[in-house]
């Protein structure tokens, strides 16, 4: 029973350079998220998704692009890494949309 | 846009004794309400969660009450415990909404 698993759990990169933060969930789930969480900030909406083929942007999207290509899977792509994007990020999923999300455990991203 | 503030940021009580944490929200068409807890190092998880329908939910010595009129909710633990030490965060949404707007966390210690 995996729930929602992101991948990696730790990652430094270096001003400029590009990855992927990896989200997967196993329980069917239409509404996907990532949020953001910095200190004496909460959780910020970065991007979403309600199903395959749709993704729309949250409150912080700058930055930062995602695609839906099946249910089960979320990534979160930094296409050029800046100090402003070191963060917590967490993935989230739920079913009916919007309602009682499930967390992945986190990436801890930091850019210098 | 959608805002959820709440307070306080640090709260600090002794065992045994009660603790409130609030927020408001600022979108009048939000009707879902849940509050999570994050324990160091670890996900958010949902620990209850309430509906526009309802003024007070309970679940053990977890509660929560929702004034809609004035735009606030609450949660309420009595009996606390050390192990109830953690960030809790409130949220708010719309049925119609895809996104779980967060308040900025409140730091809970339960001093023994």
């Known amino acids: 029973n995996a729930g929602v698993t992101q991948t990696p759990k730790f990652q430094v990169l270096k001003t400029g350079q590009s990855m992927t933060l990896q989200c997967a969930q196993d329980?069917?789930?239409?509404?996907m998220s990532w949020y953001r969480q910095d200190p004496g900030m909460g959780l910020r909406l970065i991007h979403y998704?309600?199903?395959?083929?749709?993704?729309d942007q949250g409150e912080v999207p700058n930055g930062y692009n995602v695609s839906r290509s099946t249910t089960e899977d979320f990534p979160l792509r930094l296409l050029s890494a800046a100090p402003s994007q070191t963060s917590v990020y967490f993935c989230?999923?739920?079913?009916?949309?919007?309602?009682?999300?499930?967390f992945g455990q986190g990436t801890r991203l930091t850019v210098v | 846009g959608e805002n959820v503030e709440q307070h306080p940021s640090t709260l600090s009580v002794q065992e045994g004794d009660s603790a409130v944490i609030k927020c408001t929200y600022s979108?009048?068409?939000?009707?879902?309400f849940p509050w999570y807890k994050q324990e160091l190092g670890k996900r958010p998880q949902l620990i209850i969660d309430?509906?526009?329908?309802?003024g007070e939910k309970k679940d053990q010595r977890i509660a929560v009450t929702l004034n809609k009129t004035a735009k606030h909710f609450s949660l309420h633990i009595t009996e606390t415990q050390p192990e109830d030490s953690a960030v809790y965060f409130c949220?708010?949404?719309?049925?119609?909404?895809?996104?779980?707007?967060f308040g900025s966390g409140t730091r809970l210690l339960v001093r023994p």
């Open positions: 989230a999923s739920s079913q009916p949309a919007g309602k009682d999300a499930f």
């Open positions: 329980m069917n789930h239409e509404y």
């Open positions: 998704s309600v199903g395959a083929g749709i993704t």
């Open positions: 979108d009048s068409a939000s009707n879902y």
């Open positions: 309430i509906r526009s329908n309802v």
């Open positions: 949220a708010a949404s719309r049925d119609s909404s895809y996104k779980l707007i």
